[in-house]
């Protein structure tokens, strides 16, 4: 299976701070890497696919890149609502996919 | 709008078999390239996909867990059914149910999920 990890696991922001994820795949995957936002009680909510496309709605103070072992998930002034906690996702080994185990982004 | 709705026991004891249900609205699983998938989250917040079924009745499994899955459709219900056998505490989580498109090459991603169920595995 494909090991995704992030970095880091949490973080402590406040509103209008610029924040940066990583994640890393255990080996290359191409583009093939999918952005979530999950809040509490909630089920994950799509973001970002194939690596810097945005799903409809998402705000433009997101921004995402990456493509290989290495991609990137940014909030250029983090808002009240964008404190949730945000999973990478492989789809390079359809349909045996993996997630990354998450980064927390709370008030500091 | 699509919709996508678990149901099925909030709590099994150990060794039993537990049967999730999710129904869904607004596609349908028999369109070209339409799948289905259970991902389940632990206490501990990771997530897990477990199982897949397709438009064309193909189905995957999570290799970790494919001697105790079975995923079955219903086309007519607009229902997606998942079993898992022998089920113990550590399978306790809350399970989704998440729709995603084949396309060729192009990357698959989860845009539709349920709300979830919470599934507590205890005597």
């Known amino acids: 299976d494909i090991q995704m990890t992030q970095s880091p696991s949490s973080l402590s922001a406040s509103v209008g701070d610029r924040v940066t994820i990583t994640c890393r795949a255990s080996q290359r995957i191409g583009t093939y890497l999918n952005w979530y936002q999950q809040k509490p009680g909630k089920a994950p909510k799509l973001l970002i696919y194939?690596?810097?496309s945005f799903q409809s709605g998402v705000p433009s103070r997101f921004s995402a890149g990456g493509s290989g072992t290495d991609f990137s998930l940014s909030i250029s002034s983090l808002q009240p609502e964008d404190f949730a906690t945000y999973y990478c996702?492989?789809?390079?080994?359809?349909?045996?996919?993996?997630f990354g185990p998450g980064t927390k982004v709370d008030v500091k | 709008q699509v919709t996508l709705r678990e149901s099925g026991p909030a709590l099994v004891k150990p060794t039993q078999t537990l049967t999730l249900t999710c129904t869904f609205s607004?596609?349908?699983?028999?369109?070209?390239?339409?799948?289905l998938s259970w991902i389940r989250q632990s206490p501990e917040k990771a997530l897990e996909w477990l199982a897949l079924i397709d438009w064309d009745d193909d189905k995957f499994y999570s290799t970790s867990l494919k001697t105790r899955l079975t995923i079955s459709k219903d086309t007519s219900k607009n229902q997606v059914v998942l079993t898992m056998t022998n089920v113990d505490p550590v399978d306790t989580a809350t399970y989704y149910c998440a729709r995603s498109r084949k396309s060729g090459d192009f990357p698959e991603y989860f845009e539709n999920w349920g709300q979830g169920t919470l599934v507590t595995v205890s005597s």
């Open positions: 996702q492989q789809s390079y080994s359809t349909p045996f996919f993996t």
């Open positions: 194939a690596a810097s």
């Open positions: 607004g596609f349908s699983l028999t369109t070209n390239g339409m799948c």
